[in-house]
């Protein structure tokens, strides 16, 4: 019930291709998604986040597709970059709620690798 | 602001050793969080905090100890280090406003083997 599945474990693009790493999630109650880029040697930061009131998110060249019923949500990088390379992690959580219940559920990973 | 600031940078302990992770973050949040990261595994949340005094076991805390007796600063103590606690830790802090959670914010990390 509050795992989060990700995939793939890693990707290798060229440069200006579309990387897409997608989630499923098992609880229906989860109501926040974000996916967080991790650099090497870095602390995960928020890259960009959906509430399942919508079915897409764009914030530059990211863009989140949430599917409510299918319960994926994917994330999308248009004309990739060699600086977009780094580890991407989804994540679900109830912020409804406090204590356990609106901690993040985080995905294993998705290593991306954009070639020059 | 620095945000969320974690000492040591890296550590090597001997087996059995004890230490302590610091974690201090200046943004005046009232939810903290240590999370263990290993290769492949995602993030792991260890234990939590809502709030001065107040702390909570989250999926792996086995091996450890937390304790909040200020907003500002989270420490998590090993006791008895051990091999499978080798591993990268990162201590994170959100504020939470309307009963809803928002952004975490992670720190630099520190790494730590256990040999």
């Known amino acids: 019930q509050q795992q989060v599945k990700q995939s793939p474990q890693s990707l290798i693009v060229q440069k200006g291709g579309i990387p897409i790493i997608n989630c499923a999630y098992e609880?229906?109650?989860?109501?926040?998604f974000p996916w967080y880029q991790q650099f090497p040697g870095k602390g995960p930061a928020l890259l960009i986040a959906?509430?399942?009131?919508?079915s897409e998110k764009k914030e530059g060249r990211f863009t989140i597709s949430f599917n409510k019923s299918a319960k994926q949500f994917s994330l999308h990088i248009m004309d990739s970059q060699p600086g977009d390379s780094a580890t991407y992690f989804c994540?679900?959580?109830?912020?409804?709620?406090?204590?356990?219940?609106?901690?993040?559920?985080f995905g294993k990973g998705t290593k991306l690798s954009v070639k020059p | 602001n620095a945000g969320v600031t974690q000492t040591p940078k890296f550590r090597i302990l001997k087996i059995g050793q004890s230490m302590t992770l610091q974690c201090t973050q200046d943004?005046?949040?009232?939810?903290m969080y240590w999370y263990r990261q290993d290769p492949g595994m995602g993030l792991k949340l260890i234990y939590y905090?809502?709030?001065?005094?107040?702390?909570d076991k989250g999926e792996v805390p086995n091996g450890y100890n937390v304790s909040r007796s200020t907003t500002e600063d989270f420490p998590l103590r090993l006791e008895l280090a051990a091999p499978s606690q080798t591993s990268v830790y990162f201590c994170?802090?959100?504020?939470?406003?309307?009963?809803?959670?928002?952004?975490?914010?992670f720190g630099p990390g520190t790494r730590l083997t256990v040999t």
């Open positions: 994540a679900a959580s109830l912020t409804s709620y406090g204590g356990s219940q609106g901690n993040l559920i």
């Open positions: 959906i509430r399942p009131d919508v």
């Open positions: 994170a802090s959100s504020r939470t406003s309307g009963g809803r959670n928002y952004e975490q914010y």
């Open positions: 609880n229906t109650a989860f109501d926040y």
């Open positions: 905090s809502v709030g001065a005094g107040i702390t």
């Open positions: 943004m005046n949040h009232n939810y």
